[in-house]
């Protein structure tokens, strides 16, 4: 009896071991998490799609075509800033929107279209409008963005 105990107390010692030691490995979901570049200096190329208002030139063969020299961008550099500061600063609801915004995914013309249904703190925040959004948030995204201001992260 003795013996069984034994040889069911090393199984349980070697499972508790194997159970550590998943919890301590990445887990899938962290090799999926998005790739989000931070800069502090301009707004990634990725969050712009080719500017489609209207200008129409003309090729020889007398097709038109839209000229997509510029383009235009999803949030301005104080938006921009404001989302990077979200996301650094919160892990809620607002935080996984601003992580959707900035993650390089491919779907530029989604976050076009999902940027007109937002509410109002997040309308201030992608339109770059800094006092907007501190007057519309809450008490924890106020403190974020006073802290933005504070460390120089975000202008005025």
């Known amino acids: 009896m003795e013996e069984y105990n034994k040889y069911q107390s090393q199984e349980w010692v070697e499972i508790q071991n194997e159970i550590e030691k998943d919890e301590k490995s990445p887990s899938m979901m962290d090799e999926f998490k998005p790739k ?36 235009d961008y ?12 979200l996301y650094q600063g919160t892990d809620s609801h607002i935080g996984e929107r601003c992580a959707y915004y900035l993650t390089d995914n491919g779907e530029i013309d989604m976050k076009f ?21 501190i007057r519309r948030g809450s008490q924890e995204y106020r403190a974020i963005l006073c802290d933005a201001i504070k460390e120089r992260r975000l202008e005025i």
């Open 74 to 85: 999803l949030v301005n550099f104080k938006g921009y800033q404001m989302l990077v500061a």
């Open 113 to 133: 279209t999902m940027k007109k249904g937002e509410g109002s703190f997040m309308t201030s925040v992608l339109s770059g409008d800094v006092v907007g959004a």
């Open 36 to 71: 989000i570049e931070i800069n502090d200096y301009f707004i990634p190329k990725y969050m712009s799609r080719p500017s489609t208002d209207g200008r129409l030139t003309s090729t020889k063969k007398g097709r038109k075509i839209i000229s997509s020299a510029e383009h």
